[in-house]
């Protein structure tokens, strides 16, 4: 299995913080490996696999203005608090 570094952009600017370098899995055996049942930031388990970095980047560009950014965290909230329900407790309202 290989892993490649994603440095991601807002309007061509680098998000440096927050966001940071992503590692992701990429090339890999279909048959082999399996993804966990997330809905959000979904992964595949690397357990048993020799895993190697590709020495590239791939610039991420997921949004092209601010309320693409806003219709996705508000999908992504509603998977997270889906898959996370009962797993952590709220936080308490001041």
């Not at 440095?7 to 998000?15: D, K, L, V």
């Not at 370098?21 to 020799?50: C, M, Q, W």
């Not at 998977?79 to 996370?84: C, F, G, Q, R, V």
């Amino acid at each position: 299995m290989d892993t490649i570094f994603r440095e991601n952009y807002y309007q061509s600017i680098n998000i440096k913080y927050c966001w940071g370098k992503d590692i992701l899995s990429r090339i890999y055996n279909k048959n082999k490996p399996a993804f966990t049942d997330k809905e959000v930031h979904e992964s595949i388990f690397t357990d048993g696999f020799n895993i190697s970095p590709i020495e590239r980047l791939i610039k991420h560009c997921p949004y092209s203005m601010m309320s693409d950014f806003i219709i996705k965290l508000d999908r992504y909230s509603t998977l997270y608090a889906k898959d996370n329900v009962g797993t952590k407790p709220a936080t308490p309202a001041y």
